[in-house]
């Protein structure tokens, strides 16, 4: 099975700054690597799929970048609303989440 | 409007069975595949199971493999999983959620979550 880890696990950020997160692959999945948003109490929303397409809805301050084993999520600036945990997800065959990045208010 | 609705959850002692169902209503149903992915309280997410459009590709993870089983119902538009010989380690919010292609292992609808409790 493919392994995915994330770092950090945890992030302090101001609202305004910009927040890079981290996800790697044990195996190349290629570019076949999603992106979520999980808020407490709520489902989880996708964010990015293929790496660095946007889901329908999402603001233009998510991207994402990478392919094979190294991938990057980035909130250009960030909003009260992001605060949350983000998990990545790769789907070369049956899906794996990584353990997930909080985002906390610093 | 996209729906997914899970029930079914609830108490269940160790080694007993359960079945949760998904209903979905907002798209044409037989054109998606589905997955359960489950959420322990306080923990990550973790795929559980998927099924294509056409119920002819399934796919369990290795915790639930031989224990748990996948099926659809395209006429009712329904989702489910039996899962039997529960454990303890199977206690999570089970949520039901949609392929974003027939073939798709990633996600661009969940439900709200049904929450199973093994616990003697």
């Known amino acids: 099975d493919i392994v995915m880890t994330q770092s950090p696990a945890a992030l302090s950020v101001s609202p305004g700054e910009r927040a890079t997160l981290s996800c790697r692959a044990s195996?190349?999945?290629?570019?076949?690597l999603a992106w979520y948003q999980q808020k407490p109490g709520q489902a989880p929303r996708l964010l990015i799929y293929?790496?660095?397409t946007r889901a329908t809805g999402i603001p233009a301050r998510f991207s994402g970048s990478g392919s094979g084993t190294e991938f990057t999520l980035t909130i250009s600036s960030l909003q009260s609303e992001d605060f949350a945990v983000y998990y990545c997800?790769?789907?070369?065959?049956?899906?794996?989440f990584g353990p997930g990045t909080k985002v906390d208010i610093k | 409007e996209v729906q997914l609705v899970e029930s079914g959850g609830g108490l269940v002692q160790p080694g007993r069975s359960l079945r949760l169902s998904c209903a979905a209503s907002?798209?044409?149903?037989?054109?998606?595949?589905m997955h359960w992915v489950r959420q322990a309280p306080g923990k990550g997410l973790e795929w559980v199971s998927g099924?294509?459009?056409?119920?002819?590709?399934?796919g369990y993870a290795d915790s639930v493999k031989g224990r748990f089983t996948i099926s659809r119902d395209n006429a009712k538009n329904s989702l489910y999983l039996q899962m039997n010989s529960l454990r303890p380690e199977d206690t999570a919010f089970y949520y039901c959620?949609?392929?974003?292609?027939?073939?798709?292992?990633?996600?661009?609808?969940w439900g709200q979550g049904t929450l199973v409790t093994v616990s003697s």
């Open positions: 959620a949609k392929g974003i292609g027939p073939l798709a292992n990633y996600f661009d609808y």
């Open positions: 907002g798209f044409t149903f037989d054109d998606y595949a």
């Open positions: 099924i294509s459009w056409n119920s002819r590709s399934i």
């Open positions: 195996q190349s999945v290629s570019s076949n």
């Open positions: 293929d790496s660095s």
């Open positions: 997800q790769q789907y070369n065959n049956w899906p794996f």
